[in-house]
T-cell receptor, first 115, second 115 residues
Framework: AQSVTQLGSHVSVSEGALVLLRCNYSSSVPPYLFWYVQYPNQGLQLLLKYTSAATLVKGINGFEAEFKKSETSFHLTKPSAHMSDAAEYFCAVSDRLGGGFKTIFGAGTRLFVKA | DTAVSQTPKYLVTQMGNDKSIKCEQNLGHDTMYWYKQDSKKFLKIMFSYNNKELIINETVPNRFSPKSPDKAHLNLHINSLELGDSAVYFC??????????????FGQGTRLTVV
């Protein structure tokens, strides 16, 4: 069965510092992996996705993530945090189920950015 | 044009009432979902429909009944509302392209408060 674990429910960084949000997954088949961002009172927006092409995936807003099969990890990084990056971040794994796909989300990591 | 739209955005109702939340997507996707996000931001899949057929039905009380009149719509009806049903409900859709899962596109959410 697939599952997603996000390490750290809260991460706090200073503006301009490196952002690292950790995600480990469990899946019986090569997975589809996603990172989503949720701003207050909004729906989820896709940051980036891994679909078995390049292991280093670049997304929007300067974020990127690296798929490491040996570590079953898909950590999200950004070299320099901006105040506008403060939000809730969700890692998700998806694989085929029946005629469609089932996407499971991690518990989320709240990113705080200090001035 | 809103890709995935939900109505209403806010819903306040008394215990025991029956209510519905509507969802429509104009992306031409085959798969639609309902997720529940609790107060701790945890996102849990409830249902998934692929081409109007139910493919995922998680352990959700049978007071919750999804209905998909066509593949662009997935409505959620809730009978005998309870306090614990208070949450934000998200509708989402995705597409299966040549066996590859695209990301899920989310609606803005419906904040349900049961009093």
């Amino acid at each position: 069965a697939q599952s997603v674990t996000q390490l750290g429910s809260h991460v706090s960084v200073s503006e301009g510092a490196l952002v690292l949000l950790r995600c480990n997954y469990s899946s019986s088949v090569p997975p589809y992996l996603f990172w989503y961002v949720q701003y207050p009172n909004q729906g989820l927006q896709l940051l980036l996705k891994y679909t078995s092409a390049a292991t280093l995936v670049k997304g929007i807003n300067g974020f990127e993530a690296e798929f490491k099969k040996s570590e079953t990890s898909f950590h999200l990084t950004k070299p320099s945090a901006h105040m506008s990056d403060a939000a809730e971040y969700f890692c998700a794994v998806s694989d085929r189920l029946g005629g469609g796909f089932k996407t499971i989300f991690g518990a989320g990591t709240r990113l705080f950015v200090k001035a | 044009d809103t890709a995935v739209s939900q109505t209403p955005k806010y819903l306040v109702t008394q215990m025991g009432n029956d209510k519905s939340i509507k969802c429509e997507q104009n992306l031409g996707h085959d798969t639609m979902y309902w997720y529940k996000q609790d107060s701790k931001k945890f996102l849990k899949i409830m249902f998934s429909y692929n081409n109007k057929e139910l493919i995922i039905n998680e352990t959700v009380p049978n007071r919750f009944s999804p209905k998909s009149p066509d593949k662009a719509h997935l409505n959620l009806h809730i009978n005998s509302l309870e306090l614990g049903d208070s949450a934000v409900y998200f509708c989402a859709s995705s597409q299966d392209l040549d066996g590859q899962n695209t990301e899920a596109f989310f609606g803005q959410g419906t904040r349900l408060t049961v009093v």
